[in-house]
């Protein structure tokens, strides 16, 4: 199965679990990189709010407040992991991935923070592969997040 069919699959909706016990499956890694991926959202509004509703101020202001910092050291962040990808530089794309999973996660970044995190444990593990590739990606979906967290009515 390629991942054109994967992401079709997910897009028609919740699969019924078969009885699967007494079975050996195996699947491509891939394919559940781009499931999680693709099944979580961009914004977890829920997430978000219960951020910003923990610091005790409007949530409004806030948001202006946390996305001004998010906007000072995500861009940094960003490109710590585009540089360590291309060397590759485990322990600062460790650091990086960690750091930007984290900050993302807290505004409800889902899909950023779970990319940030596949990209802290392949790290960890030392492994090279598809980097250049997941780092571009890193790329496009951080600037989809900053759009979606900069749309009016958010919260």
Known sequence: MDVGH??????????PTPDLRGHSLCFPADCF??????????????Q?????NAM???PKSSLAMVLELYLED????????QQASAQPDFDALRFA??????????????????L???????????????????SR????????????LQRPGLV
């Open 6 to 15: 994967v992401i079709a699959v997910a897009m028609l909706g919740p699969i």
């Open 33 to 46: 990189a781009v499931l999680g991926t693709d099944m979580e959202p961009l914004i977890d509004r829920a």
């Open 48 to 52: 978000l709010l219960e951020s910003l």
């Open 56 to 58: 005790g101020d409007d």
């Open 74 to 81: 995500a861009p940094q962040l960003v490109m710590a992991i």
């Open 97 to 114: 991935a960690h750091s930007l999973k984290s900050s993302s996660g807290t505004l409800g970044a889902k899909r950023l923070a779970s």
């Open 116 to 134: 940030c995190q596949r990209l802290e444990m392949q790290a960890r593990s030392g492994d090279g592969k598809n980097l250049s590739a997941q």
């Open 137 to 148: 990606q890193l790329q496009a979906l951080y600037r989809e997040t900053l759009t979606a």
